[in-house]
């Protein structure tokens, strides 16, 4: 089964009044993330019965927002590493602008050569903004290209985020959900619908996962209402029920939070090194 295309769906704006578009659909958001079967299954040339050794590429982008705009105003981080060249190893924004864009060239030129390529893309909001404000709208494009493009779809999966890379440990419980549906939200309204649909693997901000029993609680219950299927974890950040470290630490595990008497959930997870 396929992931169904979404449809009779408004197509959002990216910003509104200048700021990113990151709340007011969550219903809508909700009912296309929330969408059953495979992503990528039904499209994928590799035959997975033939595969007896695999590795994962994730490649994570993000530049904070910070208030060093000319009159103090809110700017990606990369914005203020080109206005300011010569602090630090600011030198190195050009480098940078095009690390974010690579993809959008790697991934066409590989399968123009008839090679099979892989990759997930973790970029933050911060980041996506960011790159609007600085006039970089051609970066998104390009993403969007390996993104909605069907040529390129089976080759690149992104992986969903806080919008703001913030670390969930440390986010207050009522945040962690908001988080998670801001990015969903800004990631439709420039990938589109159809797009966010297909993100059902989360990567969480610093590979951090919450201590606390009633916390792991609420961000599992979080990720599953807002329809992602896998996350990805630090090995070491994760036990047996019988408080045993992983033995089998490079296949899929069911991540468990348990919080009030009663009350539990679950999602799979990934470990990553």
């Not at 099979?116 to 290209?145: A, E, F, T």
């Not at 390129?152 to 009522?174: K, N, R």
Request: with cysteine.
């Amino acid at each position: 089964m396929t992931v169904s295309t979404p449809s009779g769906l408004p197509n959002l704006s990216e910003l509104v009044e200048g700021l990113p578009n990151i709340s007011g659909w969550a219903a809508q958001v909700r009912s296309v993330a929330q969408r059953r079967g495979s992503a990528f299954l039904p499209s994928t040339n590799i035959r997975l019965e033939k595969i007896t050794a695999a590795f994962a590429v994730g490649l994570h982008m993000h530049q904070p927002t910070i208030p060093a705009g000319s009159h103090g105003e809110l700017i990606g981080h990369l914005q203020y590493m080109f206005e300011h060249p010569h602090e630090g190893d600011n030198h190195n924004a050009g480098p940078f602008a095009n690390c974010y864009a690579r993809m959008s060239e790697i991934i066409p030129e590989l399968v123009a050569q008839g090679c099979n390529p892989r990759v997930m893309l973790d970029y933050s909001g911060n980041l996506l903004w960011g790159l609007r404000q600085m006039g970089r709208g051609d970066i998104l494009d390009n993403l969007k290209r390996i993104t909605v493009d069907a040529a390129y779809q089976p080759y690149v999966e992104w992986l969903g985020t806080m919008w703001s890379h913030a670390v969930v440990p440390s986010t207050p419980i009522p945040d962690i959900k908001l988080h998670i549906q801001a990015w969903q939200h800004h990631f439709a309204s420039i990938f589109g619908w159809e797009g966010l649909a297909r993100v059902k693997g989360f990567s969480p901000p610093e590979m951090a996962l919450p201590n606390h029993p009633d916390t792991l609680f609420e961000y599992v219950k979080a990720l599953l209402d807002c329809g992602y299927r896998w996350l990805l974890v630090q090995e070491h950040s994760v036990e047996t029920l019988a408080g045993q470290s992983l033995s089998h630490k490079h296949l899929p595990h069911r991540l468990g939070g348990q919080g009030a008497p009663s009350k539990r959930a679950s999602v799979p997870r990934r470990g990553a090194h």
